[in-house]
């Protein structure tokens, strides 16, 4: 890889700010980077190749920042929402349900054996496309409590689940590298809360007295670390950043911490990987099985029916339509289908376009749910700023 090439992917990834200019349009800002991806990818021009271990080993470094990202904007410190996680859990086990049985009748409908993947991904949700989208729409915290939880709990089952089904004979080893990352994580966890407060007040003055970022590199080597265990035990990177992104949210993250992991993540490593991820996925494949076309239109339908499911504990339709909203557990799939060739010609590119289905039909209902809860005022001035509706 040389430096032109890395000037090629920061410019061609910025068609995804663009395409996301316009608030009114609500698209996601994977939606450009994906599309200049598959632009200069092995879909388009071929001016990147993917499998480039430079580049490759960027993109995992990216995707294991969004994902710990993602479990940062987890809000396991917000007590309305912990109150609501009974009645989320409820909601969430019912979406399970009948994502295990749209799964297998999609699996059927299509000939393969993927319906424990398909399940997957149909019961899904993105705390961190829907949470923006609804603290952008000034909708409180206390008015949507529910739809959190339940957001939430589907958000960690979900990505505890994929590499599990994705790679079903490796199942003891995969486990086994999952509960060592996760007890890690709470090790860490119980560790940031025996320090207290005033300790890392005191180490966060340090650092930024001195500018010598060591809460981010003490991030990053966590994170690096629990990524070590994921590739020696073929967990994926999206399991070590999503497990470290849980522990900065149960201990309470550090605005410093967060403005310089976004710089990173939305700046350089987030792009990166969704070009890389772009141009890994060859759309001739669904010229070849345009089935495949169906099959990403019936998984975002389906993952759609799911979550009406959630009506039966009480949860108004527009907000289980919101639920629905995903991104990254069906980008994991592709990124973890990539790795180790575990899906079928088309089947990423379809895994894709039944995310963005969902997405579409999310903001619809997340409008629609603006409308009926969102307070006069509009949003807290005191709320951290949004998060970018990434995945």
């Not at 430079?54 to 995707?63: E, K, M, P, V, Y």
């Not at 899904?124 to 959190?148: F, K, N, R, T, Y």
């Not at 970022?213 to 990524?227: K, S, V």
Request: aromatic share 6%; glycine share 12%; net charge positive.
């Amino acid at each position: 890889m040389t430096f032109a090439t890395l000037a090629l992917i920061v410019l061609v990834g910025l068609l995804g700010p663009v395409l996301s200019a316009r608030s009114a349009w609500r698209v996601p800002i994977i939606a450009g980077e994906l599309l200049a991806g598959l632009v200069v990818g092995v879909s388009g021009f071929g001016w990147v190749e993917p499998t480039q271990p430079t580049f490759t080993l960027l993109a995992q470094i990216g995707f294991g920042l969004i994902m710990l990202v993602i479990g940062s904007h987890i809000p396991v410190l917000d007590r309305t929402v912990r109150a609501a996680l009974g009645k989320g859990a409820l909601g969430a086990g019912l979406v399970a349900v009948v994502a295990v049985g749209l799964g297998i009748a999609v699996a059927a409908m299509f000939g393969n054996a993927h319906g424990a993947v398909y399940a997957v991904l149909i019961a899904s949700s993105s705390a961190a496309l829907v949470l923006p989208m609804l603290q952008q729409l000034g909708i409180a915290a206390d008015s949507a409590a529910e739809l959190v939880a339940q957001i939430a709990i589907a958000d960690v089952a979900c990505i505890l689940a994929l590499p599990l089904v994705m790679q079903p004979s490796r199942v003891p080893l995969v486990a086994g590298g999952g509960l060592l990352i996760a007890a890690i994580g709470v090790g860490l966890a119980i560790l940031a809360r025996r320090l207290g407060p005033r300790m890392q007040k005191r180490f966060h003055d340090y650092s930024e007295s001195r500018r010598f970022g060591l809460e981010l590199r003490f991030t990053l080597l966590a994170m690096f670390g629990l990524a070590a265990i994921a590739q020696f035990t073929h967990v994926s990177v999206m399991m070590a950043g999503f497990t470290l992104g849980l522990v900065l949210a149960a201990v309470g993250e550090p605005r410093r911490l967060a403005r310089q992991l976004f710089g990173m993540t939305e700046g350089f490593f987030g792009p990166l990987f969704f070009v890389w991820l772009g141009s890994s996925i060859d759309l001739r494949n669904l010229i070849s099985h345009p089935a495949m076309i169906l099959l990403g239109v019936v998984l975002g339908v389906a993952a759609v029916l799911a979550h009406l499911a959630a009506r039966l504990v009480g949860l108004p339709w527009p907000q289980t339509v919101a639920s629905a909203g995903q991104l990254g557990v069906p980008v994991a799939a592709v990124a973890l289908g990539v790795e180790t060739s575990a899906l079928l010609p088309g089947e990423g590119s379809a895994i894709v376009l039944g995310a963005l289905v969902a997405v579409v039909s999310s903001s619809l209902a997340v409008a629609i749910v603006s409308k009926r809860t969102a307070k006069p005022a509009g949003p807290d001035p005191t709320a951290p700023p949004p998060a970018v509706t990434r995945a």
